[in-house]
């Protein structure tokens, strides 16, 4: 399964040769080397561990240095795990190769990965849609309140507390979120960048995950299977 790390670089337009004008988010995908290989017979699953960009031996840890050492790869800043289905799918890999954005060229589609913009504190109206109290003389400084939680406090059985997952304010956003199905635009080899139709998890210069597309909509299956 083609995947990479890569950078989120910011968004701009495409211009199709239609001329059509299409928002694209431009990631810089990869270079990543191959830092580790586990095979069913050793780790108990298929997998092959994906480094990417380098990083200067004081800003990281012995243990990492060590660890890409071993696959003949300077220290990188990033590493994630790619799960394979058996142990023949990791034969086409070997320690210290080099994947670049080259591994896409004939993918259609990619899922995205990446940690989404944190917003902080944030009261029930921004954090889940509430509508508010009224706006009346007789609603005294309660207008963005989330108002009672008196019957998700109490159960038989439970306890008087608020039953967890009631919808209340919080930390907002910062958290893992997937795109799918993202259509790809272009691919610029020469500069390891990808265009992707549409915006993408995280802020600009954030770290992303690009794979494959695992699954597709009824009218992608069938673009894919005209193309």
Not at 64 to 85: F, I, Q, Y
């Amino acid at each position: 399964m083609p995947a990479l790390l890569g950078r989120k670089i910011g968004m701009t337009r495409w211009f199709m040769e239609d001329g059509t004008n299409v928002p694209v988010t431009v990631i810089e995908a990869g270079p990543c080397a191959v830092t580790q290989i586990k095979r069913t017979e050793t780790d108990g699953y298929a997998a092959v561990q994906l480094g990417f960009e380098d990083v200067k031996p004081r800003r990281t840890t012995m243990p990492v240095m060590g660890h890409d050492a071993r696959a003949g790869t300077t220290p990188k800043r990033c590493h994630r795990e790619l799960r394979l289905s058996d142990d023949r799918s990791v034969e086409e890999f070997e320690l210290g190769q080099t994947i670049n954005v080259t591994t896409f060229e004939d993918v259609k589609y990619v899922d995205v990965t990446g940690i989404g913009k944190g917003k902080g504190f944030a009261g029930v109206m921004k954090r889940h849609n509430f509508r508010g109290l009224c706006a009346s003389h007789g609603t005294e400084r309660k207008h963005r309140s989330p108002g009672s939680i008196g019957g998700h406090a109490t159960d038989l059985g439970t306890g008087p507390k608020v039953k967890k997952g009631k919808r209340m304010a919080g930390h907002m956003g910062a958290k893992r979120v997937t795109v799918r199905s993202i259509d790809i635009v272009a691919i610029d080899p020469d500069r390891n960048l990808l265009m992707v139709k549409g915006p993408v998890p995280g802020p600009n210069h954030g770290v992303l995950f690009i794979r494959d597309a695992k699954r597709l909509n009824r009218s992608k299956t069938r673009k894919a299977a005209e193309k």
